[in-house]
């Protein structure tokens, strides 16, 4: 049982340049979440998905995209990469919503450095 | 405002050193407090979730506690596996539907 599963787990890119960051999960969830983890700083929610379709901009969506066309699979899309997403990005999922108090689960992060 | 602070931010302990991180909140209509552990090069893993003053869970050397303002993780007598990050997150905020993080404690268990 994987639970969720992050690709790749380094990148580098120069600015300018576009990637997706791939999540996967196993558990049957419907919620996803996308986070990114800067040093000193919380969890900073950046997008969610509800459900295949389904998708809701987070705290710090800027920047960044999403797609979810099935319940297992949300990637993350950065299409003109800048410095300042340089970050560790996390994906979770939960059974029930961000609104209920189920613990999400999380993947073991992308690192990404923009130079 | 929403906040969620956690103490101290980094922690050396000898083995068998019992002691507390603290998660501190003002998070208003409080729905859940979650504890996680996050290990180097790894996403946060799951450990306690609290849902109302008074609250207690235990889990091997760990307890979780939960007052109006304030969570306590307990660790008796750790050993060096238990070094991690320990993170603490809040849900609730207007409309109860927001999910707060803190920057998390380091803890460092020295054989």
């Known amino acids: 049982n994987a639970g969720v599963t992050q690709t790749p787990k380094f990148r580098i890119l120069k600015i300018g340049q576009s990637m997706t960051l791939q999540c996967a999960q196993d558990?049957?969830?419907?919620?996803m979440y996308w986070y990114r983890q800067d040093p000193g700083m919380g969890l900073k929610l950046i997008y969610y998905?509800?459900?295949?379709?389904?998708?809701d901009k987070g705290e710090v969506p800027n920047g960044y995209n999403v797609s979810r066309s099935t319940t297992e699979d949300f990637p993350l899309r950065l299409e003109l990469a800048a410095p300042s997403q340089t970050s560790v990005y996390f994906c979770?999922?939960?059974?029930?919503?961000?609104?209920?108090?189920?613990?999400?689960?999380f993947g073991d992060g992308t690192r990404l450095s923009i130079l | 405002e929403d906040q969620v602070t956690q103490s101290p931010e980094a922690l050396r302990l000898q083995e068998g050193e019992s002691s507390s991180l603290n998660c501190s909140y003002t998070?208003?209509?409080?729905?859940?407090l979650f504890w996680y552990r996050q290990d180097p090069g790894k996403g946060p893993e799951f450990l306690f979730t609290?849902?109302?003053a008074g609250e207690e869970k235990e889990k091997e050397r760990l307890k979780a506690t939960l007052t109006k303002k304030e969570s306590f993780l307990h660790i008796t007598a750790p050993k060096p596996e238990d070094s991690a990050t320990y993170l603490c997150?809040?849900?609730?905020?207007?409309?109860?539907?927001?999910?707060?993080f803190g920057t998390g404690t380091r803890l460092t268990v020295i054989p």
């Open positions: 979770a999922s939960s059974l029930r919503g961000r609104y209920s108090n189920q613990p999400q689960h």
């Open positions: 558990m049957n969830h419907n919620y």
């Open positions: 998905s509800v459900g295949a379709g389904i998708t």
């Open positions: 998070v208003s209509g409080l729905r859940g």
């Open positions: 609290l849902y109302s």
């Open positions: 997150a809040v849900l609730g905020g207007t409309g109860a539907n927001n999910l707060f």
